[in-house]
């Protein structure tokens, strides 16, 4: 199946069970804007309670915040986000399609970097186990050509882009070749700055009303809270402040499904370090994160750093952590090492000290900051799109399965009934009641058991109980796999525990 089907089957999907769908759709919908139906908003919660366990629970130096969207609106001056949270823009004459200037150069470079890939793995087939794939990329010619080439152009447009030159990052594209996905042509326009803020007022009057802006990140809003929570809490240098929340962007091209939304979600930690110690933090961080994405099991292959060569205005260090989606490796994560700017800007323009007395060295300083900030909805995509799958059993016949990390699956079990009589509904009931105290559990009893299963594997609850007519008899059910499809039979007095062991969140956050 090609990329874009295995992208559209995932879309379909989402909908069709109830996990994801596009807003106000009986409106035709809104452009980049989605809703999380009955499965999608578990799944959510989830995600995000995994993470602030993970952040906040398991760091007795990490606590949370929840800071309102609307920011006094110097904020956004200060951040720099006013001036300078803008994206290239460009279009094509042709299609009159739209494009961000810098994703079509990384398209390109992702194409040469894919015919590396490429290279390597046939070498790989032909040299066998005494393959060395590092000397490889060193000395074949023609991996070293497209190496080169790759750094060249990455070279180009860091440059282009630090002097704030759209003309060069114009004159990239044109040189490279790029063509339009649309119309295959090479027709461009100028490239443009389009800022991605969205704008409302707040007062009645409009002559008394004041410009605000949606937040298009959640991080200013720990930001500007530094003190309070340094103070209140009585932290010590290093510690972290975290929250998650929805933030705001005016997208140029949204597309990709919830990969690329204008409203979105995020979960960012800053961590507040003394200056100079910066460097081994962003490290720290990095592992932490990526040790956190593999706690949940899908396989290192995954996962990739990579190192941005271009840095924002206040970054000295910058990384994402990127995730093989349907359509290639894309950023999921990123990590970055703000040193003092935003406090800096922020002590600036409010006029008030932003500033941490630190008892060991015996001075006051403004923190350097390393951040981690993940996207709730692009972690959402990754686990689902990873997770959908259509089988092939033993016998030929074909099952849909979405095989999400037992802790994140927004049912555990569900309880099945084999039959609607002979008591085996009540009984299945009063387990259920049972078990949804510590558990989402699910009940049903429509239709034949086996189509039943199929839709429990759709929406990949890990366990089903059934419940039959030995049950009524000794007390047991048996607990099918969503993976395995294997059964066993187990005494209704050991479920919560068998469950737990299994679904619990407990015992991931033990193998961080
Ligand atoms: P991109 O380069 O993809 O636009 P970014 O580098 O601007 O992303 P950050 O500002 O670092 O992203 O935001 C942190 C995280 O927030 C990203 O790693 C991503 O997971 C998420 N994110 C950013 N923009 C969006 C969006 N429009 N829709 C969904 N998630 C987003």
């Not at 804007?33 to 629970?57: A, H, P, T």
């Not at 961000?100 to 194409?111: C, F, M, Q, S, T």
């Not at 039959?419 to 009984?427: A, I, N, R």
Request: charged content about 30%; glycine content about 6%.
């Amino acid at each position: 199946m090609s990329q874009e089907d295995k992208f559209k089957k995932v879309i379909a999907h989402a909908k069709e069970y109830g996990f994801v769908f596009q807003s106000s759709e009986i409106y035709d919908g809104l452009s980049a804007v989605y809703d999380y139906g009955q499965n999608g908003v578990l799944l959510k919660n989830n995600i995000r309670e995994y993470w602030w366990k993970s952040m906040v629970q398991m760091h007795e130096n990490i606590v949370g915040l929840d800071a309102a969207i609307f920011m006094q609106p110097t904020t956004w001056k200060a951040s720099g986000h006013v001036d300078a949270f803008n994206d290239p823009l460009i279009d094509n004459k042709d299609s009159k399609k739209r494009y961000r200037a810098d994703v079509l150069i990384e398209d390109h470079v992702e194409k040469i970097r894919q015919k590396i890939e490429k290279e390597v793995k046939k070498a790989a087939k032909r040299f066998g186990d005494s393959f060395d794939a590092e000397m490889f990329k060193q000395t074949n010619p023609r991996v070293v050509a497209n190496q080169e080439k790759i750094d060249a152009i990455n070279k180009r447009f860091a440059d282009a882009f630090e002097a704030n030159d759209l003309e060069e990052v114009r004159n990239i594209i044109i040189d490279l070749g790029i063509a339009c996905p649309v119309s295959g042509s090479k027709n461009w326009t100028e490239v443009r700055q389009f800022n991605l803020m969205f704008g409302t007022q707040m007062g009645s009057v409009a002559e008394g009303a004041s410009d605000l802006y949606l937040r298009p990140e959640t991080a200013q809003g720990i930001f500007v809270n530094f003190l309070n929570v340094q103070k209140t809490g009585r932290m010590k240098i290093p510690f972290g402040i975290a929250q998650t929340g929805k933030a705001f962007r005016n997208e140029i091209v949204a597309r990709q499904f919830i990969f690329r939304m204008r409203e979105f979600e995020q979960m960012e930690m800053q961590f507040f370090v003394r200056p100079g110690t910066e460097m081994e933090w962003y490290n720290t961080w990095k592992e932490t994160r990526m040790k956190w994405h593999q706690s949940l099991g899908l396989g290192d292959e995954y996962y990739r750093f990579h190192d941005h060569e271009k840095l924002a205005h206040y970054a000295n260090a910058a990384a994402d952590i990127e995730f093989k989606f349907p359509f290639g490796f894309k950023e999921l994560e990123g990590i970055h090492s703000r040193t003092d700017f935003d406090l800096k800007q922020h002590q600036e323009f409010s006029g008030k000290k932003l500033q941490y007395f630190d008892p060991e060295i015996n001075e006051n300083y403004v923190p350097y900051v390393v951040e981690t900030s993940i996207g709730l909805d692009r972690m959402f995509l990754a686990m689902f799109s990873s997770a959908l799958e259509d089988e092939t059993l033993e016998d030929g016949s074909t099952r849909v399965v979405l095989r999400l990390p037992y802790v994140l699956a927004p049912v555990k079990a569900a309880i099945l009934p084999l039959l609607k009589k002979d008591g085996l509904p009540e009984m299945a009931r009063e387990i259920m009641k049972d078990l949804q105290f510590d558990f989402n559990v699910q009940y049903d009893e429509k239709d034949a058991i086996g189509k039943r299963y199929r839709r429990m594997d759709a929406i990949g609850t890990p366990l089903c109980i059934t419940v039959d007519h030995q049950s009524l008899e000794d007390k047991t059910v048996t607990i099918r796999h969503r993976d395995s499809m294997e059964q066993q039979r187990v005494k209704v007095s050991e479920l919560k525990s068998i469950v737990d062991g299994l679904v619990n969140m407990t015992n991931v956050l033990k193998s961080l």
